[in-house]
Nanobody, 124 residues
Framework: QVQLVESGGGLVQAGGSLRLSCLVS????????MGWFRQAPGKEREFVAA????????YYADSVKGRFTISRDNVKNSVYLQMNSLKPEDTAVYYC?????????????????WGQGTQVTVSS
């Protein structure tokens, strides 16, 4: 059984930082592409960042480029999202996801497994 469990969300002031973690069980992150998505109230789920299965390529949404960093720890079978210089518009539920396909995608429908999400709230 594949499970993804996010943690690390919370309330932070604008300009602050948070680090989200995603612990994966049932599959290894070292052989799969991983992504982070977010969904704000009343909006569709949107791509934030993705890491290729080799770990050699990372993609970011333009809105977070230069502020967010995706990484992973193969020993801990975990993926992380370091979020710096947070803005109120970053407020959303953040989800990690695992892609069984070869390659890397920014499309939510490509990802087969999802975590339950963690709330990030940025106050102004």
């Amino acid at each position: 059984q594949v499970q993804l469990v996010e943690s690390g969300g919370g309330l932070v002031q604008a300009g602050g930082s948070l680090r989200l973690s995603c612990l994966v069980s049932g599959l290894t992150v070292s052989t799969h592409a991983m992504g982070w998505f977010r969904q704000a109230p009343g909006k569709e789920r949107e791509f934030v960042a993705a890491n290729s299965w080799t770990g050699s390529s990372q993609y970011y949404a333009d809105s977070v480029k230069g502020r967010f960093t995706i990484s992973r720890d193969n020993v801990k079978n975990s993926v992380y999202l370091q979020m710096n210089s947070l803005k109120p518009e970053d407020t959303a539920v953040y989800y990690c996801a695992l892609d069984l396909h070869v390659g890397i995608s920014t499309t939510p429908s490509r990802y087969e497994y999802w975590g339950q999400g963690t709330q990030v709230t940025v106050s102004s």
